[in-house]
T-cell receptor, first 115, second 112 residues
Framework: GAVVSQHPSRVICKSGTSVKIECRSL??????MFWYRQFPKKSLMLMAT?????????EQGVEKDKFLINHASLTLSTLTVTSAHPEDSSFYIC???????????FGEGSRLTVL | QQQVKQSPQSLIVQKGGIPIINCAYE??????FPWYQQFPGKGPALLIA?????SEKKEGRFTISFNKSAKQFSLHIMDSQPGDSATYFC???????????FGTGTRLQVFP
């Protein structure tokens, strides 16, 4: 199947700093990428839908100024957690949709720990 | 209407058993129903998916049964193995390119 790469896989930061997570589709072009958040032993919660070249669409309750999403190319989307706080600690997962089929593939996830 | 209800929350079977995980939805606009497998600390991986125009789909040891009138679908794992121990999520979307709504997950443990 198609490969979606996320980086970094783990990140620890101090409260108040910003953290950027990258999501890349390695062998296909992804018009649409999705960002999810997952708490331990819980389901995936969709945060936002990212379309290349346009503003992201955020789900209700997700702070767009806190979670900045940029989809600058057909193979890269980034999530920046701004002014991170301990409650932002979570597992963040991206997924990318193959442009011509719509099939969805997930990255390996990024574990964020805010101290 | 956007929810996908999944049960059971956890499941324990012996090797060779056939665990069954069930999901139900309300939104009749849903048109795509995938199942994902997730190991701890990893992202979900697509296992198998079905569209409403078929009642069953089989890929290897994994089978989806789909009941459109009841708005339910289920995953059966034949000849389960300890390596199948993982969390399984059902999901639904209005179209292949639309956002996925995930079920709550089922933690499966297969004992030797």
């Amino acid at each position: 199947g198609a490969v979606v790469s996320q980086h970094p896989s783990r990140v620890i930061c101090k409260s108040g700093t910003s953290v950027k997570i990258e999501c890349r589709s390695l062998d296909f072009q992804a018009t649409t990428m999705f960002w999810y958040r997952q708490f331990p032993k819980k389901s995936l919660m969709l945060m936002a839908t990212s379309n290349e070249g346009s503003k992201a669409t955020y789900e209700q309750g997700v702070e767009k100024d806190k979670f900045l999403i940029n989809h600058a190319s057909l193979t890269l989307s980034t999530l920046t957690v701004t002014s991170a706080h301990p409650e932002d600690s979570s597992f963040y997962i991206c997924s990318a949709s193959i442009s011509h089929t719509g099939e969805l593939f997930f990255g390996e996830g990024s574990r964020l720990t805010v101290l | 209407q956007q929810q996908v209800k999944q049960s059971p929350q956890s499941l324990i079977v012996q090797k060779g058993g056939i665990p069954i995980i069930n999901c139900a939805y309300e939104n009749t606009a849903f048109d795509y129903f995938p199942w994902y497998q997730q190991f701890p600390g990893k992202g979900p991986a697509l296992l198998i998916a079905i569209r409403p125009d078929v009642s069953e789909k089989k890929e290897g040891r994994f089978t989806i049964s789909f009941n459109k009138s009841a708005k339910q679908f289920s995953l059966h794992i034949m000849d389960s193995q300890p390596g199948d121990s993982a969390t399984y999520f059902c999901a639904a979307s209005r179209a292949l390119t639309d956002k996925l709504i995930f079920g709550t997950g089922t933690r499966l443990q297969v004992f030797p």
